[in-house]
């Protein structure tokens, strides 16, 4: 559960490894390109997050690079310019996402355990979280034997709080992951509320307990107790 | 009123004026002349009459060379005349007309007796005269007048041209383009002026590059701090020890860094907009674009229970542009209908040869419509909103030459974007 972290902003930095780890990743840290470089055969890693501005080299060289050395594992761009063309050249190159400054670190997981599962997995993987069952391939959802019908977004909302399960999520994390930075935020805070309270009832009326846990009108938690 | 109409307007009018007072004391002299010459002519004839004065009264002699009639009567005695001068009106027996004729009126005495005589003369040649040269003068002022209007003209051609040349490259400038270059006039102020205009557009150009520069490094730059704060509160969220204030807290800082960092990237969008750094030229098919974003929003749609209604009368109605400035603009403009619209309203979507309209169902905006496309403008009791989407829809707008406009009927709130020719279907 290695991962390679090139970021040349240390405080970000140390926030990224912190949470992280918390979710039982392991980190390499480079904070220049030519740390990066060093670094890239270091360890087998399940994904790599790369910043594209770096102080001694671009890191869209460092994303060839990578890709041609270990071609199974996932990069994730990031990067504090929001420009298509350079998105587009990103993921040419061979990364499989891409995130834009300033990030949710919750967002940051999930996209990490997305690319994690596409590039690792073999065959149709199963997530399990207390008595859901999720096929994220198929996009099934499984409440012990039960199939629970649910809608895309629905979908995506449940992965998202099961990448960030027993994390204190905010509504606006959930707003930018489930709509991104032009289609989320203002306005779409009323439709979290929304798709969580319809999910939530979706799983309680096929069986399962309450796993979404509301943290003093803060955010919410996904956890088991 | 143009340059050249109104300076050809003050030389009419003032030549216009001055000819007229000089029409008139010339005219004046004129016959004043004239009127001299006559007396002149007459005081001649009286001193011939004097001489030879017995044989008019014998009756040898009735008419002189140069006069018109001559008429002698006896004086009362005693009386005394001076010389008169008089102009009276007698009918020409020859011309059967009445004609205005010169006298002079004295008295003559011979063999003791008085006489008055009154000498004629004929004034119509002398008037012909006058009228003629009169006729001449005003001819030759009106041809002065049209040779004073082309010359004006033709002057005016030659002398401003740079100066016309000018406005039309300073009414095309665009601050985001070329700067200014004129050509080199000859004349020394429009030299000067040339040389103040270049001055100023090229420090309007460096200002607008600078602050271009400016945002666009700001923005760039605050999104790390940003970033920092957004992740470093998300980690202490994290914390187990922290109770509901504590958390109530965190969260609201996070949630300015939120804020904040949407706000600055809407802004960066703005300028990047402004500045014309989307350059792709894509041939979008209206009804993909439309549908495409549409489907993004389908999930919020049925949530809300909006019904949809497509009119696509224009299936191949196309627009160029960049993609990704398509894909804002369509999906601000579908954000907009949908937050703003009703639980259970309507979205009218239409797409017709040369325009496509989005109608939301709402109540009436709070503001002014004149804000509605300018930063910031919104309904201040809802939270959570910018005020930016749609003035992101009119510079994008802008910059392609699309005209949007507003009008609220029937509860419906309607955004019309008219498409430029060049991008009709094919």
Redesign the interface.
């Known amino acids: 559960m290695q991962i390679l972290i090139v970021e040349d902003e240390i405080p970000l930095m140390e926030s990224m490894v912190s949470y992280l780890k918390m979710e039982g990743f392991k980190c390499e840290e480079a904070t220049t390109y030519h740390e990066g470089l060093c670094s890239l055969d270091k360890h087998d890693y399940i994904c790599m997050l790369i910043d594209l501005n770096l102080p001694d080299g671009d890191g869209l060289n460092l994303v060839k690079i990578a890709k041609q050395n270990q071609n199974n594992s996932g990069i994730i761009i990031i990067s504090a310019r929001n420009a298509l063309e350079e998105r587009v050249r990103g993921l040419e190159l061979g990364a499989d996402d891409y995130l834009v400054k300033p990030f949710h670190l919750s967002e940051l997981v999930a996209r990490v355990h997305s690319v994690a599962r596409r590039t690792r997995s073999q065959g149709e993987e199963i997530l399990t979280f207390g008595m859901i069952r999720v096929m994220p391939e198929e996009r099934t959802c499984f409440v012990e034997d039960k199939q629970v019908d649910l809608t895309r977004k629905e979908h995506d909302l449940l992965l998202y709080l099961m990448s960030n399960r027993n994390r204190v999520i905010t509504k606006e994390s959930i707003a930018d992951y489930l709509w991104g930075e032009y289609g989320g935020g203002y306005g779409s805070y009323d439709f979290v509320y929304t798709h969580l309270k319809n999910l939530r009832r979706k799983l309680v009326d096929a069986g399962s307990p309450d796993y979404i846990k509301n943290m003093y009108g803060v955010g919410y938690k996904f956890s088991l107790e | 009123m143009k340059l050249l109409t109104k300076t050809t307007l003050y030389i009419a009018t003032l030549s216009m004026f001055l000819f007229f007072i000089m029409g008139i004391i010339f005219f004046q002299v004129l016959k004043n002349m004239s009127l001299s010459e006559l007396n002149r002519e007459l005081t001649r004839i009286q001193k011939v009459v004097d001489d030879v004065f017995p044989h008019f009264l014998g009756g040898q002699l009735s008419g002189l060379p140069g006069l018109d009639s001559i008429s002698i009567q006896p004086a009362s005695p005693g009386r005394v005349l001076k010389d008169q001068f008089g102009d009276t009106l007698m009918f020409d027996t020859r011309t059967h007309q009445f004609r205005t004729f010169r006298y002079l009126h004295f008295l003559a005495d011979h063999g003791g007796n008085s006489y008055t005589v009154k000498l004629y003369k004929s004034t119509t040649p002398a008037d012909k005269l006058v009228e003629q040269v009169t006729l001449l003068m005003t001819v030759m002022v009106i041809l002065f007048l049209a040779g004073i209007f082309f010359l004006n003209r033709f002057i005016f051609a030659n002398l401003w041209k740079d100066f016309f040349d000018t406005l039309d490259k300073l009414k095309q400038f665009d601050i985001v383009k070329e700067p200014l270059e004129l050509g080199e006039p000859d004349v020394e102020e429009f030299m000067e002026l040339k040389k103040v205009l270049e001055r100023m557009t090229m420090r309007l150009s460096s200002d607008y590059k600078e602050l271009q520069e400016y945002t666009d490094h700001t923005t ?1 730059e605050l ?2 701090p ?7 509160t ?2 202490l ?2 914390s187990s020890n922290l109770g ?1 204030e504590e ?2 807290l ?2 609201s800082i ?2 300015s ?2 804020h904040l ?2 706000l600055n ?1 809407t802004l ?1 969008l703005i300028t990047r907009i402004e500045s014309q ?1 989307f350059t792709g030229r894509n041939k979008i098919n209206l009804v993909h674009l439309l549908d495409d974003q549409l489907e ?2 389908q ?2 749609i049925a ?1 809300r229970e909006i019904s949809v209604v497509r009119t696509y009368s224009d299936r191949k109605q196309t627009i160029t542009m960049d ?2 400035l398509a ?2 603009m369509i ?2 403009l579908l ?1 907009n209908a949908i ?1 703003h619209n009703m639980d259970g309203g309507k979205i009218l979507l239409e797409i017709k040869n040369g325009s496509f309209g989005i109608s939301n169902e709402g109540a009436p905006l709070s503001f002014g419509e004149q804000e509605l496309f300018k930063r910031f403008a919104r309904d201040k009791k ?1 939270t ?3 005020g930016l ?1 749609l003035s992101i829809v009119k510079k994008i707008c802008d910059n392609y030459g699309f005209k949007i406009s507003y009008n609220y009927k029937n509860q419906l709130h309607t955004f019309t974007i008219l498409l430029p020719d060049n991008s009709s279907s094919f």
């Not at chain 2, 940003?226 to 470093?232: D, E, G, N, Q, S």
Request: zero cysteines.
């Open positions: 760039h999104q790390t940003l970033a920092v704060i957004k992740t470093k998300e980690l969220m994290q509901p958390m109530q965190i969260q996070n949630s860094a939120n960092s949407r990237t960066a750094q993004k929003f999930e919020l949530l993609q990704g894909d804002i999906t601000n954000k937050v809802k959570g909103n910018f989407g």
